[in-house]
């Protein structure tokens, strides 16, 4: 009895398929190029591992091809490699000049000014287009820059959505690029050792907050929620150069909260306001009877002078009227802190 073939395995199969290769319009234009040097469609195809027959309907297209590749002048664009209706290209490469534009002049953005903004650049890409071409759409009122273009327009420029941080916006770059180097020609004129040198700063504390999202067991519906809590107190941070870092001052709305009895024993300096937050007044009690006596101390126990150097921003509850013999303030430029 003769013996029975046996079927290829589809692994084997799958193996000996040949892979689709999509080609970008830039290859695409290196590809017809090479057509125009008099070279044979059997020679590209070789060259580019293609069939013949993928050559010959890439040069078919030749005119739409180029025609949009001219019009693409985005460079932070991704590689694209279907022909697309050149207005909507125009379109798309203008709408992403306009928002990096916008960012240079720190004006936000959201999806929705961006879509209208690329509506309205349609209708004056398709109402100027003279000559519209079979790719052309002839209706400005076709594209309706959906939620769906817009997630691909994202992709495709790489843009993203991120919060904003109002600090930067206001921040002055050029007096925070020379500080640094003002700031060395007063440690060396001085003679002020890294121990010497005192960084004091403040930030708010939300000591109840609890995160704003949670895990949940895969049969639970959803997750209920609950009123955030917005209690807050004030720390008072201060730290020098080689990272030694002082008492901290905290500032609460109570003097003597109900839940605190021995508020004493807390490793901080309490002071209190009614808004928690801190003043003229707070900040020069805070200099005078807590950071004072630690940096003497700190700097008795290492021998050195009471030579001391405080740094600090120039926000509102700063006293700009500090003095204490052997120490000097040196407050930063406005509007340089979120640089520094």
């Known amino acids: 009895m003769p013996h029975?073939?046996?079927?290829p395995?589809?692994?084997?199969?799958?193996e000996a398929k040949r892979q689709k290769k999509f080609k970008t319009l830039q290859e695409k234009v290196e590809l017809l190029d090479l057509l125009r040097e008099k070279k044979s469609y059997a020679a590209v195809a070789g060259h580019y591992g293609i069939n013949e027959s993928t050559v010959r309907y890439i040069k078919k297209n030749e005119a739409?091809?180029?025609?949009?590749?001219?019009?693409?002048?985005?460079d932070s664009a991704k590689k694209v490699t279907t022909v697309r209706n050149k207005n909507i290209v125009r379109m798309e490469s203008a709408l992403?000049?306009?928002?990096?534009?916008?960012r240079k002049k720190n004006i936000p953005l959201d999806g929705n000014i961006i879509r209208e903004k690329a509506r309205k650049l349609y209708q004056q890409f398709a109402t100027d287009a003279e000559n519209p071409g079979p790719s052309t759409a002839p209706d400005p009122q076709d594209f309706q820059a959906s939620k769906g273009w817009f997630d691909r327009f994202q992709k495709q420029f790489n843009i993203k959505s991120v919060s904003l941080h109002g600090e930067a916006a206001f921040a002055d770059t050029e007096a925070a690029q020379k500080y640094p180097e003002t700031f060395r020609h007063m440690i060396e004129e001085k003679g002020y050792k890294p121990e010497q040198v005192f960084n004091m700063d403040e930030t708010g504390l939300f000591w109840k907050k609890m995160p704003s999202r949670t895990y949940i067991m895969?049969?639970?519906?959803?997750?209920?929620?609950f009123k955030a809590q917005k209690d807050r107190v004030t720390l008072?941070?201060?730290?020098?150069?080689?990272?030694y870092m002082m008492k901290p001052g905290l500032i609460h709305k109570s003097a003597?909260?109900?839940?605190l009895k021995n508020k004493n024993l807390l490793p901080v300096y309490w002071m209190h306001n009614a808004k928690a937050w801190i003043t003229k007044v707070l900040g020069s009690n805070w200099f005078h009877q807590c950071f004072i006596p630690q940096a003497k101390e700190y700097l008795h126990n290492l021998g050195m002078d009471f030579k001391v150097l405080l740094i600090m921003d120039n926000a509102g509850g700063h006293p700009l009227d500090l003095y204490y013999e052997g120490v000097q303030i040196e407050f930063l430029p406005a509007n340089t802190t979120f640089l520094i």
Not at 4 to 7: F, G, Q, V
Not at 96 to 102: E, F, P, V
Not at 218 to 225: H, M, Q, R, S
Not at 236 to 243: D, F, H
């Open 64 to 74: 739409a091809i180029r025609s949009t590749v001219a019009v693409r002048f985005c």
């Open 236 to 243: 008072i941070m201060c730290g020098n150069a080689v990272g």
């Open 4 to 7: 029975k073939r046996s079927a």
């Open 96 to 102: 992403a000049l306009w928002i990096t534009d916008c």
């Open 256 to 259: 003597n909260p109900r839940a």
């Open 218 to 225: 895969k049969d639970e519906a959803k997750a209920l929620g």
């Open 9 to 14: 395995s589809k692994a084997s199969t799958n």
